[in-house]
């Protein structure tokens, strides 16, 4: 006989998705799957790393004794941005049959009616790799995910480290969504 399942189990930690939730629905599949080889997260941390290091080089070769508070909180400030750079580029960003853009860990990031159109061209203010939704609405607010996407007001930007075909097959399943729904994509 099996030992009675307590409320802990349903849920170890706030970022735990393992049953069912909107990230994994099978009603709903995924269509294109954005996420970060580990060999670009790794050259991405490498990087950002380097510049942590640099910048504190440099304060401390031009510093004086208030400065080496500042380079202290600077460093911090590196390191979280470190750890939150790993931590981001662990997920994925998914687009689902419905329309639906979520990362992986179930976060909607725009839903197919508030998608009004999909830039990709050489001028557009994206990320590398990457493309750039415009919103109808801002009510989700501003969000980040670094390496990863980002939002601010009625702009969405997909993209960064993540592998350049895959990003472009994503752009490519939108803009013949919206072209299907009777909206331009380029609107």
Known sequence: MAAPRSTLDAAPCPGYHRRMTPSNDPDDPVIARL???MWRRVVGMAVLALLVVLLARLAWTESSTGRQAGLILAMLGGGFLLLGL???TAGAVLLRASGR???SGGRVLALPDEIASVETGAFAVRP???FMLRLRSTRRGPGWAPGLWWRLGRRLGVGGLADAAEV???ASALKARLS???SDPRE
Do not use: D, F, I
Request: proline content about 6%; hydrophobic content about 45%.
């Open 35 to 37: 996420a970060v080889p």
């Open 101 to 103: 853009l979520e990362t």
């Open 180 to 182: 299907a729904s009777g």
């Open 86 to 88: 790993w931590r981001a």
């Open 168 to 170: 472009k097959a994503m």
């Open 128 to 130: 590398s790799n990457g």
